[in-house]
């Protein structure tokens, strides 16, 4: 499936030089670490991640994910109204990320 992801290069990260933002298509289903059912549709995701050369390193369990919009199936057209829909959405999951990652120091 396509991906839309760029990097934020930020200074104010305890463990992370970047955070990847990331607005993908979900097929959903049974996720066995939560016990529950994910849904299937298009996400954002931002994470905070360590860029070395070309070499990128993230810690498990770390970042936001959201839901976005559902979708039975992928199409461009829907994939073009999530990228749009998502720059509402990311700058308070970057507040978010960047205010667990201060908790976390």
């Known amino acids: 499936m396509k991906r839309h992801e760029y990097l934020i290069e930020r ?5 992370a030089t970047h955070l990847q933002v990331t ?3 979900t097929i959903g289903g049974r996720n ?4 529950g059912v994910t849904p299937r549709g298009f996400y954002v995701s ?3 991640v360590t860029k070395r050369g070309s070499v990128i390193s993230y ?9 976005i919009m559902t979708a ?29 990652n201060k908790k976390a120091s």
């Open 11 to 15: 200074s104010d990260l305890q463990g």
């Open 23 to 25: 607005v993908s298509y």
């Open 32 to 35: 066995y670490v939560s016990g």
């Open 46 to 48: 931002v994470i905070p």
């Open 59 to 67: 810690i498990a369990f770390t970042g936001y994910n959201k839901l």
């Open 72 to 100: 039975a199936r992928f199409s461009e057209k829907q994939f073009n109204t999530a990228i749009e829909k998502s720059k509402e959405l990311i700058p308070a999951m970057i507040k978010q990320v960047l205010s667990e």
